[in-house]
C-alpha cells in the first residue's frame, strides 16, 4: 500500500529564497533553502530564530532536513 502525503511543487520553495516557517501556527524560525528537489524534503540554514521558547532546539546557522509539507511557510 502506497502511503498518500502532500508534495510541494518546485515552484513553492525556492533554494536560495528566505521562508518563515510556522508549526501549527506558531512561527518558529526564518531559513534560507539550501536544498529542494519537489516532494516532500528540503535542507534548509536557520537565519533568525523568532520563537522564545524554541531557542534551546534552533540556533542560527544551523542546517538540517525538514518535511516541507509539515510546515506553515511564508515567503519572506
Request: glycine share 6%.
Amino acid at each position: 500500500m502506497k502511503v498518500e502525503h502532500d508534495k510541494v511543487s518546485l515552484n513553492e520553495f525556492t533554494p536560495g529564497n528566505t521562508y518563515q516557517m510556522a508549526l501549527k501556527g506558531n512561527p518558529l524560525y526564518t531559513a534560507e533553502v539550501l536544498k529542494f528537489h519537489g516532494g516532500c524534503w528540503a535542507t534548509i540554514r536557520v537565519k533568525k530564530v523568532l520563537a522564545p521558547d524554541v531557542r534551546s532546539s534552533y540556533v542560527e546557522g544551523m542546517e538540517f532536513d525538514i518535511k516541507v509539507a509539515e510546515y506553515d511557510v511564508t515567503a519572506c
